[in-house]
């Protein structure tokens, strides 16, 4: 009988399952990335629907207020309705499913800074007063931390002019 060489089988055997294991691990590694980039472009679409549905809401509940109004209560009744029909809150329920928590507290806050105005403004809060200066100066600012964590996200860095 001859004696087989298993050497170049097990060469080979070895070579093969050495393939499959890199091809494997390097397939692996560009899903793990492609689903990162996904997940930032998903991030970076719901902060812009944000950012926007709040600057479009301040904007609708600003120009109600200038408006004439018969009563207080529909004065109250056109701002909540400018505000509610923004929607805002559907971006904003989209922010606190896909933002990391330093995005979502910041993303809130600019929330309640655009109710507090909108409840200003329901109660006869007269646009340009001093008393709407303090709200759109705490607005600016929220928005400001707002945009700025949602950059830091997105690794694009602070843009310095706000």
Do not use: C
């Not at 809401?57 to 109250?76: L, P, Q, T």
């Not at 600019?110 to 200003?120: C, G």
């Not at 945009?147 to 997105?154: I, N, P, S, T, Y």
């Amino acid at each position: 009988m001859r004696r087989m060489d298993w050497m170049p089988l097990l060469s080979t055997l070895a070579g093969a399952a050495i393939g499959i294991a890199a091809t494997l691990f390097a397939d692996r590694n560009r899903w793990r990335r492609e689903e990162a980039r996904h997940a930032l472009e998903l991030r970076r679409a719901v902060y812009t629907e944000y950012a926007s549905a709040l600057k479009d809401a301040g904007e609708e509940i600003r120009a109600v207020a200038r408006g004439d109004h018969m009563s207080e209560s529909a004065r109250d009744a056109a701002v909540r309705e400018a505000f509610r029909g923004t929607g805002l809150h559907t971006a904003s329920e989209q922010l606190w499913l896909v933002g990391p928590p330093l995005v979502v507290a910041a993303g809130n806050e600019a929330f309640h800074s655009l109710r507090r105005m909108r409840d200003a403004y329901a109660r006869g809060v007269a646009v340009g007063s001093a008393e709407d200066r303090a709200f759109t100066q705490q607005r600016r600012t929220a928005m400001a931390e707002m945009r700025g964590r949602m950059r830091e996200d997105l690794g694009i860095g602070p843009l310095g002019i706000e």
